[in-house]
């Protein structure tokens, strides 16, 4: 053991990044695995061995902290989750659902599922550690074109929503206007933040995401065969039972014969499909006639591989998990026109196996697993579906939301078929903060609304806030301990910037973490992960400073696209977009989010046999082709970087063996939190 170990604030923040980023990217990956759900534990499974250890620790954690005490999700019964979302996840899982390393590209479920990893890791150190309480200055005002300003306001507006009254005057402010300007300047000014970070997450996943143009073609497919007309009719209808009861036929109801005989006393059957199941239906399977088409082009090529080799690589696609991982080590020498001919091949059927597989779960299951869990969720939200109908008008709120979408998918949407010797307009981030801006008065009359004439809504909401904010509490004692820190040892972060928080150290965790780097017996260990957590407090020092350029002219522009709102967003800011891609996004966790991205283990290239990552620009390439084979705008024009482009000075360190000597005790230490935490507090 060795004795007299004392983290620095800064160290023990960079400590505590490192065990929490990898443990809630590790938990979510691991979902896909069917043992991962078998010992979950609460909820899903209700009745653990009493030797088996969480599987998901930190999930769990979150989930009792936030999720299984929102209003209506509180009254769920277990049969919910053993009986319909356990085997609905199940069923999935037996799909044996493609990697993004046999497609040789990042897919959409890659790239949604490190996004979710990436805030799901702030929330979790927050969950953890607590939110550090500092003196504030009373009756502060904020300049919302400032950035510093915006930025000190969101510390300084969680300060007041976690220890202070804030969010009680903001219940009470809210139910009075729907106007933002009546709030206190604080709630102004982290509302500007909001919107800014909001805009750069749908910018990045949008528009800086390889995948970004595939998502917007999803979502627009979906968009345009939602019946919007026949839904705001439906919520139109005054009595709210009946309208409940009209929505659930419209959107559950299947149309089959059983739905006939079921009038006449006959048994109702899962066969066939409602109306959500047609509209996945039909959306995946339009895209797998697309892909078949490119299927058939590879066939007809010169340059395709030869027919036993096309064989194997579509037998390949329908193997099981364990026979694919076996093969994955063999390889076979191509010419590179032949090697790519045949990575498309074998993606293009293992996306079309995919689709095949998603529509057979969520469409032709029986019993209907989908259906089911959406029926009991509306059985358990009912209460609060007909408190908002009688509030709120609900048919307006459908209105706000399709007019939303409409702009969202027109500003994303990059035309790559112009025949133009000039690229298209690339959107950047004030593009997405000029569209939130527009529609942000929709969210306030709605919120209006619905505490203003839903005094339950208005109570039950209340209550789940205090009660979620309440987690992000630290422990007064570890407050005084911070406060008596030695201020040359832990220096204060620049004013106004979005730092990495080095003086709160990891909060309520840092005990925990001294102890745990105390505890290695080898002095080489133990010197060799201090190296590593410094180079990693020297990481996120980077990341920091990038984040804060980023915000600064992100604020600015903002502030010229409210001044001049009249001009075409994609088009007014396009000849910056290559600036803004060199700059990086606001958020922290946006560009740990990209080097989630960049990490992913992809199949090797023609070259050298060596495997590559989501880094490498040709994998960057393939992941921007559509459906149809057309290469997005974005990566036609350059703006995928790749390689290294414009971020070598932010590669994230080398932390083996932190994790390797410090995360058994990391997660052995979260074990023990989910048998004390219930929920309530730390």
Avoid at 1 to 17: I, K, P, V, W
Avoid at 48 to 63: G, V, Y
Avoid at 605 to 625: C, F, H, I, L, Q
Wanted: charged fraction near 20%.
């Amino acid at each position: 053991m060795t004795e007299g170990t004392q983290l620095s604030s800064r160290q023990a923040h960079a400590l505590f990044d490192i065990l929490t980023s990898r443990a809630t990217l590790t938990e979510i990956e691991n979902l896909k695995y069917i043992k991962i759900i078998a010992t979950f534990g609460p909820p899903l499974q209700p009745q653990p061995s009493s030797n088996e250890k969480p599987s998901s620790p930190l999930l769990r954690i979150l989930l009792r902290s936030f999720i299984l005490d929102l209003p209506g999700f509180r009254n769920v019964t277990s049969q919910f989750w053993t009986d319909s979302v356990v085997p609905l996840a199940k069923a999935l899982n037996n799909s044996n659902l493609s990697e993004s390393y046999d497609k040789a590209s990042v897919g959409i479920r890659r790239t949604l599922s490190t996004a979710i990893a990436s805030i799901v890791e702030s929330v979790s150190r927050g969950r953890l550690g607590g939110y550090p309480k500092k003196s504030l200055k009373q009756d502060s005002l904020y300049d919302q074109a400032n950035p510093e300003h915006v930025v000190r306001a969101w510390d300084d507006f969680l300060q007041c929503i976690i220890y202070d009254d804030l969010l009680d005057k903001m219940f009470i402010k809210a139910a009075e206007t729907d106007r933002l300007s009546d709030h206190e300047s604080v709630v102004q000014a982290a509302h500007q933040y909001a919107l800014i970070m909001l805009a750069s997450l749908l910018h990045h996943n949008l528009i800086v995401s390889p995948r970004g143009q595939s998502i917007i073609s999803l979502l627009n497919r979906v968009h345009r065969l939602a019946p919007y007309f026949l839904i705001k009719q439906t919520l139109k209808v005054g009595n709210a039972a009946s309208m409940l009861s009209g929505m659930t036929q419209l959107v559950l109801a299947k149309m089959n014969l059983s739905t006939l005989t079921s009038w006449f006393g006959g048994q109702v059957s899962d066969s066939g499909m409602n109306l959500l199941q047609q509209i996945i239906s039909q959306v995946l399977s339009a895209e797998n006639t697309e892909l078949r088409k490119r299927v058939k082009q590879i066939e007809q090529s010169k340059d395709a591989p030869k027919k036993s080799q096309l064989d194997l690589l579509r037998e390949y696609s329908f193997k099981p998990a364990d026979e694919q991982q076996s093969i994955r080590k063999e390889s076979a020498m191509m010419t590179e026109p032949t090697h790519k001919h045949a990575l498309d091949y074998l993606s293009l059927h293992l996306s079309i196996r995919d689709r095949e597989q998603l529509i057979q779960v969520l469409c032709h299951s029986s019993p209907d697993l989908l259906t089911t869990c959406i029926r009991e969720l509306v059985s358990v939200y009912d209460p609060i579906i007909r408190a908002l109908h009688k509030a709120v008008d609900l048919g307006s709120g459908v209105t706000d939301a399709q007019s939303f979408l409409d702009d969202l998918i027109a500003l994303a949407h990059i035309d790559s078929s112009s025949k133009s010797t000039k690229p298209a307009p690339v959107p950047t981030i004030k593009d997405f903060v000029h569209l939130l801006q527009k529609h942000a008065k929709s969210s306030h009359v709605f919120i209006h609304q619905a505490l203003k004439n839903g005094k339950e809504l208005s109570e039950w909401y209340h209550e789940y806030a205090i009660h979620a904010i309440s987690q992000y509490k630290q422990q007064q004692q570890q407050q005084q301990r911070q406060q008596q820190q030695d201020p040359q040892t832990n220096p204060e972060p620049e004013s106004g910037e979005e730092d990495t928080k080095t003086a709160s150290a990891a909060g309520d965790f840092t005990p925990f973490l001294t102890s745990l780097l105390s505890s290695i017996q080898n002095s080489n260990d133990h010197q060799k992960c201090l190296t590593q957590i410094d180079a990693h407090a020297s990481f996120l020092d980077s990341l920091a400073q990038k984040s804060k350029k980023s915000m600064d002219a992100t604020v600015r522009a903002s502030l010229a696209t409210t001044q001049s709102s009249s001009s075409p967003p994609n088009t007014a800011s396009s000849n910056n977009a290559a600036e803004e891609r060199e700059r990086g996004s606001p958020g922290i966790f946006l560009l740990k989010w990209q080097h989630f991205i960049d990490a992913t283990p992809i199949t090797p290239g023609p070259n050298d046999g060596k495997p590559r990552t989501g880094k490498s620009k040709s994998v960057k390439v393939m992941s921007a082709v559509d459906v149809e084979g057309s290469v997005g705008a974005a990566a036609a024009a350059g703006e995928l970087g790749g390689d290294g482009d414009g971020d070598g000075d932010l590669e994230p360190p080398d932390v083996r063996r932190v994790l390797e000597v410090l995360g058994p005790g990391f997660r052995e230490e979260l074990g023990r939190l989910v048998d004390v935490s219930k929920g309530e507090g730390k």
